[in-house]
């Protein structure tokens, strides 16, 4: 079982919808989050992280983390074109590390 | 504060070669991380250090990479007898320390031919 674990996609949503983006992780020793957003051949950047259970709000953008059922949510509000990208979802686990998922790829359809 | 830099951009060499990248890390970070990735696929992890320290070494990994971060500060990736299996993006990117975030280099392409 992989650490971190997304749903490849892609997901299709049209411009203005909400789009929500899942991630399941296995290690329970897990205490922080990330959600990266990568562009074609670009790096991956920070968008948003959590470290606590509950959600939290930037902007367009708001994580849910449920430590219980382990899995962490990204929703994007009011989606534009420009949100088009694949999203990664990172924990660095209990032993520190940071793991990936494979990332889900997010188009939206003017 | 510059980011995090890598070098070379893009590397092409022919199997067999050895080739060596390096990456600067923002220079207040004592943790820095190797991924290699391909596409379609999320950063799969190498390994990473903790000031000069390697911490972890992805079992995935062959015998034909090594990783050092001489003095904690810059470190260097490198890849023996390259195979064409290798061809892929290695990033490197650096964090304050645990459980903060990662800020990426741009990445070094490399095609093995």
């Known amino acids: 079982q992989k650490e971190v674990e997304q749903n490849s996609g892609p997901l299709s949503v049209p411009e203005g919808a909400i789009a929500s983006l899942n991630c399941t992780y296995s290690d329970r020793g897990s205490q922080s989050f990330f959600w990266y957003r990568q562009y074609s051949g670009k790096s991956p950047e920070l968008i948003m992280f959590i470290y606590s259970n509950g959600d939290k709000e930037d902007g367009r953008f708001t994580a849910q983390l449920n430590k219980a059922s382990q899995y962490v949510s990204l929703l994007i509000r009011d989606s534009q074109p420009s949100d088009s990208a694949t999203y990664l979802c990172?924990?660095?686990?209990?032993?520190?590390?940071?793991?990936f998922g494979t990332g889900t790829k997010l188009q939206v359809i003017p | 504060d510059t980011g995090v830099s890598q070098n070379p951009r893009h590397k092409i060499t022919k199997r067999g070669q050895n080739v060596t990248f390096r990456c600067d890390p923002i220079s207040e970070h004592n943790r820095l991380y190797w991924y290699r990735q391909t596409l379609g696929q999320g950063p799969e992890f190498l390994t990473y250090f903790q000031n000069e320290a390697q911490l972890e070494k992805s079992r995935l990994l062959s015998d034909r990479f090594s990783a050092e971060r001489p003095k904690g500060s810059f470190s260097t990736l490198e890849i023996q007898r390259t195979e064409q299996g290798d061809s892929a993006m290695y990033l490197c990117?650096?964090?304050?320390?645990?459980?903060?975030?990662?800020?990426f280099g741009s990445g070094t392409q490399l095609s093995v031919l």
């Open positions: 990172a924990s660095p686990g209990g032993y520190q590390k940071v793991t």
């Open positions: 990117a650096s964090s304050p320390g645990p459980n903060e975030k990662l800020f």
